[in-house]
Each structure stands twice: as C-alpha cells, then as structure tokens.
C-alpha cells in the first residue's frame, strides 16, 4: 500500500509540473512596446508594429515620429524602449551607453515639383545647388527661376545623411528646415521652383524623384549601392540595460528575417 501510495503522489506530482509548463507555453506575451524617433522609418516600423501586435495581440506597440536626435535622446532618459534613427550613432552617443542594430537601408530621395523639367543631376550639381552656388534653375538645366531649398531641422537623420553624402555640411542655404519627411514632401510639391530631400520609403506620386548620376532611387539600386544617397535605419537601444520581454520580443522579431517582407512592402531594404 505504501508504495502504491508513493506511485500515485509521484504521478501527481509529475502531471502538476507538465500542466505547470503547459501553462507557462500558453501565456500570451503582453505588456507595451514603446518606440520613438526617425520621421523617415514612419512607414517601416509602422509595418513591423502592426505585423508584431497581430501575432501579439495582447501587446500594445507605439511609435513617436520625434525625429532621430530626439528619439536616441528618449532612449537615453528612459522614455522609450527602442529608439529609432536615420543615421549612425555618433561617437559619443555610443560612449554614453547607446548600441545602434542596423534594421534597414533606405535611399534619401532628391525630389521636386512634378512640373520641374529637370530629371537628373549629379552629386556635384546638388551640392552646388545646396549650398547656393547655383540659385537659378536655369544654370542646372531646367527654367528661368529661383532655387527654392527645402531640408529637414539640425538633428534630422535625414539631413545628417544627405549632407554628409553630398559634402554640404553646415553650409546649405536653406529657405525652409522643417521638422518631418512629410513636411518636406508638402512643401515641394506645392512649389515649382523647389529642390528638397526625402526618405524614399515616404516619397509619393505628389513630387518627382530626381535620378541622381543616371541612377533612380529604387530598393534595387540602394541593395547594390549603385544609388549613392543612401543611409541606415537603427534601432537604439541602450547597451547595459534590458529590454521588457514585449519590447525584446519585438526587437528579435524586426531584425529576423520574417520581417524581411514586411520592410520590403515599406521601401526599405532589410538589413538581414
């Protein structure tokens, strides 16, 4: 009797601690994942989020179209758990305790009004435009009229890749800095005489992307580098702090390969 006694307590035990891990594997992943930063990754991370919160219905996902500088600064504070950039971590924000994980690469994309008979301009012409030594439209093969320059704010990713491409650092002699991708789309395709730059991944049918050297903006031309205006997009975490199991959760998930697909369908080109 003992011993059957000692065999049924076993086979309780056993049968509690298979149900115990059972029920462990069925818990639904919840908690919030909170992003913030780039204006330019809009439509990629708003693609991943939504893939994420589908097979994670129990998570909230939120994106803060901040800008990157604002973005890697939340980071920092503890505002956000991921935060989202359009160019690479500077030297001493790496120092401060920030890791940046490459995403995606994403063409900046020299645009103006439909109506603009240019099509094409070199890296060269573009700078020169940029930094006022051409101020007529004429001098780079379209109309009679004045260059009207429209960029991002100090601190934009965007801004700090295309001006470092084009060698135009701190010396573009802009009309307008305005404070989103989207800003920057409006504001050229309501003015003929205006040159501005964009993410390609938000670019619309509203203005005309230039080719640049001969080459159009596309997914394949950023892949093999033959587009040179190009630039990544990070997510940037902070190095010795753990992420929530949400947010860690979603960071494996958006640099997988399963989201490939989904960053493709954006306009972006997936790192991995």
């Known amino acids: 009797m003992k011993k ?21 594997c069925s818990q639904k992943l919840s908690g919030t994942v909170a992003t913030d930063g780039s204006t330019s990754m809009e439509n990629v991370i708003g693609a991943l989020g939504e893939a994420f919160m589908e097979q994670n219905d129990g ?13 890697i600064k939340a980071v920092q504070e503890g505002r956000c758990d991921i935060g989202l950039s359009s160019r690479n971590l500077k030297d001493e924000e790496t120092a401060s305790g920030l890791t940046a994980t490459v995403l ?15 099509a ?3 890296v060269e012409t ?4 940029y930094t006022g030594e051409i101020t007529n439209w004429k001098d780079a093969g379209g109309s009679d009229a004045a260059v009207v320059l429209i960029g991002r704010e100090a601190g934009s990713g965007t801004r700090d890749g295309f001006e470092s491409i084009t060698g135009t650092e701190d010396a573009c002699q802009y009309r307008q800095e305005l404070t989103s991708t989207g800003d920057v789309i409006t504001a050229v395709s309501q003015n003929p005489d205006a040159i501005g730059y964009a993410s390609l991944a938000s670019v619309s049918d509203s203005v005309k992307a230039l080719t640049v050297g001969g080459v159009a903006p596309t997914e394949d031309t950023v892949k093999d580098g033959s587009y040179v205006i190009q630039r990544p997009f990070v997510l ?6 753990k992420l929530s199991e949400a947010a860690q959760a979603f960071f494996d998930f958006a640099t997988s390969a399963d989201a490939s697909d989904f960053i493709s369908k954006a ?5 991995n």
Do not use: E
């Open 120 to 122: 094409d301009l070199d």
């Open 236 to 241: 940037v975490t902070k190095t010795d702090a």
């Open 267 to 271: 306009g972006a080109v997936a790192a």
């Open 104 to 118: 995606a690469y994403d063409g900046i994309a020299v645009i103006v009004h439909p109506d603009n008979p240019v």
């Open 126 to 129: 573009i700078a020169k435009l």
């Open 59 to 71: 998570v909230t996902f939120t994106y803060n179209p901040t800008g990157s500088g604002s973005g």
């Open 4 to 24: 059957k006694t000692q065999k049924l307590i076993g086979l309780v035990m056993a049968v509690a601690v298979v149900a115990s891990m059972l029920a462990g």
